[in-house]
C-alpha cells in the first residue's frame, strides 16, 4: 500500500457512503417495511445492511476510506435535515 493509494479519494465511495448512512436511519426512522415494529424484520434489515457495508468494503483502500468519510457526512447531514431543520418523519406534530 503506496502512498498515493492512501492519499486517493473516491468519488463514488463518498457518495455510496452519504447514500448508505442517509437511507439506512430513514428507513428506520420512517418504519418502512415495518423494520421498527417486527423483530424479525429489524434483524433480517439489520444483518442486510451489515452484508451490504462488508461487501462494499472489499473494494480498494481509497473506496472504504472514502466510503467511511462519506457515510460521516451522510449521517451528519441527515440528522441536521430533519433534527435541526425539519421534524422527523412520521413525528406527530
Request: glycine share 12%; with cysteine.
Amino acid at each position: 500500500m503506496g502512498a498515493d493509494e492512501l492519499a486517493s479519494v473516491s468519488v463514488f465511495g463518498l457518495a455510496a457512503g452519504a447514500l448508505y448512512r442517509g437511507v439506512h436511519p430513514r428507513i428506520r426512522d420512517r418504519d418502512l417495511g415495518g423494520v421498527e415494529t417486527s423483530p424479525y424484520r429489524r434483524f433480517l434489515f439489520g444483518v442486510c445492511s451489515y452484508r451490504l457495508k462488508k461487501r462494499a468494503l472489499l473494494w480498494t483502500m481509497a473506496f472504504r476510506s472514502s466510503f467511511s468519510v462519506g457515510e460521516t457526512i451522510g449521517a451528519i447531514g441527515y440528522r441536521c435535515w430533519y433534527d435541526l431543520l425539519r421534524p422527523l418523519p412520521g413525528a406527530d406534530s
